[in-house]
């Protein structure tokens, strides 16, 4: 099992591109470790590729394991390695875990995570940029990770190696506001959609309802927003001379409704709608 365990390190290594030099040290320690007659280990792999471009897209590597206390130099061997491989790093992060410690996994859709520890664990992990020959766009960097805890239960250190492939930090931010801004224009859009509504119909009960079902799916600003109108409306109620107290009774009610609702509990938001229930005579 451990020849076999071996060998396939060997292939997974051997499939990156010469950027692996810049972290020989750390792939030389991990090496020392799953190699090593103490230590008994288990291990995950997933590679995806891009069907289109056969391009690499996501790739995670873990190996858990369970060594004697006595050989806690396999540890500090790793940990000393990705100290050395730092020079050729963009990030270098280590200590003691107060929560989990994530490592990204695969592009922006959606980035998924590998635990590298959990709270009360020991951590260290560095970050590396893909090669141009592999991620043209430098968008891409490879994550080498440990994390560890010595067992309660007997005299053995329990942790994991673990590599990953993943778009930078920097790279998920920028997409996550693009997404952002990109929802907003929507939320915008789906606004002016409703004024223009508004404007052709000038009914007093359609206008309120169009702002109360605009909110079911909207964010906290754009519900806000909405509110902010469903009052103006229902504030300027003498304007309108067809309203019935039927239409009233029925607002009133779906306004009832929806301050009960946890969906609509934002302080501001819960408020705007209750000064509508209380403007609403």
Known sequence: MKTSITRLLCLILSAMPMMAMAQSNIQSAFNALIKSSDAQITESHVLEKDPDSDKKISQCDIYNFVIPEDQFKLIKNIVNAIEKDNRHAYGLYSGSADRDVLLAVGNDSPVKDATLTDAGGQYAYAVFLAP??????????????????????????????????????????????????????????????????????????????????????????????????????????????????????????????????????????????????????
């Open 132 to 281: 141009k020959s592999e991620d043209s766009e430098g968008i891409y960097r490879y994550a080498y990770g440990i994390g560890y805890k010595e067992s309660k239960k007997s005299d053995k250190i329990v942790g994991k190696l673990v590599v990953t492939y993943a778009t930078t930090l920097k790279h998920r931010q920028q997409v996550a506001i693009e997404q952002q801004q990109a929802y907003t224009e929507r939320q915008l859009r789906m606004v002016n959609r409703i004024d223009r509504e508004m404007a052709e119909q000038e009914s007093w009960f359609d206008m309120l309802m169009s702002y109360f079902q605009g909110m079911t799916d909207a964010n906290s600003k754009t519900r806000i927003a909405l509110a902010s109108k469903a009052f103006k409306v229902i504030r300027d109620t003498s304007k309108y001379p067809e309203v019935t107290k039927a239409d009233k009774a029925t607002i009133r009610e779906i306004l009832k409704v929806m301050i009960s609702d946890g969906k609509y509990s934002e302080s501001v938001l819960n408020k705007l709608l209750n000064q509508c229930l209380v403007e609403l005579k």
